[in-house]
């Protein structure tokens, strides 16, 4: 395989590739960490659209209610599970540990607590619908509470894996910040 400056040096049949140097392991899961982070995160926006389409759909009357139910009430502090995003995307291009721990605490508090509420707060509605069939609230035409809990349980895994990758890209960061100290 010739190179740009022409054929390959005479005397080399291309087994001294052991000396060269290589990325750091930690540089190497950052950049990997950084790939599925950015992945997570266009999901969590899709889901964040998906709640905030239907709160103001519901708010500003643009269907009747029959179409698209009002909003249940976990689904107002979720809207600002937009912070802790927006925090993390700004961590990344500089590694800046302190917005990710930000980031992290944010979306434990604005991202996971609203669901957990809603879990809790929509559960009467699913045990009538599971024992009874009776479902109030729909969003066309399927069940409220089966469309929000379908849209939760996706939603817990996104967060969850983020905080996750938080994590596991803040010990990479880390690590690497206590290499350079030692140098």
């Known amino acids: 395989m010739a190179s740009r400056a022409g054929p390959r040096a005479a005397g080399t049949d291309g087994s001294d590739f052991k000396h060269r140097e290589k990325v750091a392991s930690h540089y190497q899961m950052s950049a990997s960490l950084k790939s599925e982070m950015k992945k997570l995160t266009v999901v969590h926006f899709f889901i964040w659209i998906l709640v905030a389409a239907q709160v103001a759909v519901s708010h500003l009357n643009l269907v009747s209610h029959d179409l698209v139910a009002m909003p249940y009430q976990w689904e107002y502090p979720y809207l600002l599970s937009l912070l802790p ?3 993390g995307a ?6 800046n540990i302190s917005y990710l721990v930000i980031s992290m605490i944010s979306a434990g508090l604005f991202s996971v607590a609203p669901l957990i509420f809603g879990a809790m ?11 009874h069939g009776k479902a109030y609230r729909f969003i066309f035409g399927f069940s409220a509470v089966s469309v929000m809990y379908l849209l939760m349980v996706i939603a817990i895994q996104v967060h969850a894996w983020q905080i996750y990758y938080s994590k596991k890209l803040l010990d990479a960061w880390f690590n690497s910040t ?5 140098k």
Do not use: C, S, V
């Not at 700004?90 to 590694?95: Q, R, S, T, W």
């Not at 206590?178 to 030692?182: G, I, L, S, W």
């Open 85 to 87: 995003l927006f925090i």
């Open 121 to 131: 707060e929509m559960f009467p509605l699913a045990q009538q619908l599971y024992r």
């Open 178 to 182: 206590q290499e350079k100290k030692k």
């Open 90 to 95: 700004l961590a990344m291009p500089k590694n």
